[in-house]
Nanobody, 125 residues
C-alpha cells in the first residue's frame, strides 16, 4: 500500500516563501514520478510541478515557473516543493500525487494513481 503524506502548508503574506514536503511510504519510491497539484474553491485541480524517477527531469506550470522548485530525495522518500515569491493566486489546497513508472511530463491528474490528503496554502495580500 502506497501512502502519501503532505506537510508544510500555512498562511503567509504575499512575497514570502513556503516549503511543502510529500513523504511516500514503500520501498519502491525511486520508481515513481511525483507531481504537485493544487485546487482552490470552484476551480479544477491544476498541475503545478512534477519530477520524474530521475531528479534531473522536472516540469512546471507556466504560472509557477521561476518561482517554484520541485526536488526529490530518494534517501528520505520525500519530494519537496519550494515556493518563493508567493502570490494570493497561489492560495489553494496542494496535493502530491505519484505515478509508478510515470513521466514528469504528465500533467493530467487522472494519470496519477496515488494521492495525498492535501495541505492548505493561503497567501494574504
Amino acid at each position: 500500500q502506497v501512502q502519501l503524506v503532505e506537510s508544510g502548508g500555512g498562511l503567509v503574506p504575499a512575497g514570502d516563501s513556503l516549503r511543502l514536503s510529500c513523504t511516500i511510504s514503500g520501498r519502491t519510491f525511486e520508481t515513481y514520478a511525483v507531481a504537485w497539484f493544487r485546487q482552490s474553491p470552484g476551480k479544477e485541480r491544476e498541475f503545478v510541478a512534477a519530477v520524474g524517477m530521475s531528479a534531473t527531469f522536472t516540469h512546471y506550470a507556466d504560472s509557477v515557473n521561476g518561482r517554484f522548485t520541485i526536488s526529490r530525495d530518494d534517501t528520505q522518500n520525500t519530494v519537496s516543493l519550494q515556493m518563493s515569491r508567493l502570490e494570493p493566486e497561489d492560495s489553494a489546497v496542494y496535493y502530491c500525487a505519484a505515478d509508478r513508472y510515470g513521466s514528469s511530463r504528465n500533467r493530467d491528474p487522472q494519470k496519477y494513481e496515488y494521492w495525498g490528503q492535501g495541505t492548505q496554502v493561503t497567501v494574504s495580500s
